[in-house]
Nanobody
Framework: QVQLVESGGGLVQAGGSLRLSCAAS????????MGWFRQPPGKQREFVAG???????NYADSVKGRFTISRDNAKNTVYLQMNSLKPEDTAVYYC?????????????WGQGTQVTVSS
């Protein structure tokens, strides 16, 4: 079983920055892709950014140029640097990881961390 724990959310003014972290732990053999999703109030969960083990990245159009995803494979941790935040970035942010455990493949989600951007 693989667990993901997020940290770094909070309240920030528009134009500010936050850095989210998500650490994976448990019976991990390898992690293929890691990513961030978000769920704004009253809306469905949406993709934000993703990164493969080879560090190839992709982003939602709404965050390109403002957010940067990175990972530390040695620590099984993924980060999301969020700059120039806007009120519409307000959401619960979830990390996701997919890979192989000691006995089977896994796809795990974190518990979510709240990001609130005030205008």
């Amino acid at each position: 079983q693989v667990q993901l724990v997020e940290s770094g959310g909070g309240l920030v003014q528009a134009g500010g920055s936050l850095r989210l972290s998500c650490a994976a732990s448990g019976s991990i053999v390898s992690i293929n892709n890691m990513g961030w999703f978000r769920q704004p109030p009253g809306k469905q969960r949406e993709f934000v950014a993703g990164i493969l083990s080879g560090r190839s990245t992709n982003y939602a159009d709404s965050v390109k140029g403002r957010f940067t995803i990175s990972r530390d494979n040695a620590k099984n941790t993924v980060y999301l640097q969020m700059n120039s935040l806007k009120p519409e970035d307000t959401a619960v942010y979830y990390c996701n990881a997919n890979g192989w455990g000691t006995s089977r493949a896994f796809s795990s989600w974190g518990q979510g961390t709240q990001v609130t951007v005030s205008s």
